[in-house]
């Protein structure tokens, strides 16, 4: 399994950023190809995902409160206004 790295970012305006808020680890498990652990804390955050499902989302790590996201390398962040907790 390839583990990769999510990016740490500051504290986002919730009010122009979706922030995701896990409540335990992984946060979301998928079918996908790629695997994704916190920066601070090594948890595993996204387990078998595409990474195009998990763009521009902000996700903070229920163990270390971490905030992180996918690197972005191709397009700029656009922001909507929701805070999602899971379950």
């Given at each position: 399994?390839d583990i990769?790295q999510l990016?740490?970012?500051?504290?986002p305006d919730p009010?122009?950023?979706?922030?995701?808020?896990?409540?335990?680890?992984?946060?979301?498990?998928?079918?996908?190809?790629h695997?994704y652990?916190?920066p601070?804390?090594?948890?595993?955050?996204?387990?078998?995902v595409?990474?195009?499902?998990m763009?521009?989302?902000v996700f903070?790590?229920?163990n270390?409160g971490?905030?992180?996201?996918l690197?972005?390398?191709n397009?700029?962040?656009?922001h909507?206004?929701l805070i999602?907790?899971s379950?």
């Amino acid at each position: 399994m390839d583990i990769q790295q999510l990016e740490p970012v500051d504290l986002p305006d919730p009010r122009t950023t979706t922030i995701f808020e896990m409540s335990r680890v992984p946060g979301i498990s998928g079918k996908g190809e790629h695997t994704y652990h916190c920066p601070s804390c090594k948890s595993i955050l996204l387990e078998n995902v595409f990474a195009s499902h998990m763009a521009r989302i902000v996700f903070r790590c229920p163990n270390c409160g971490g905030l992180s996201r996918l690197q972005s390398r191709n397009s700029s962040p656009q922001h909507v206004p929701l805070i999602v907790e899971s379950h």
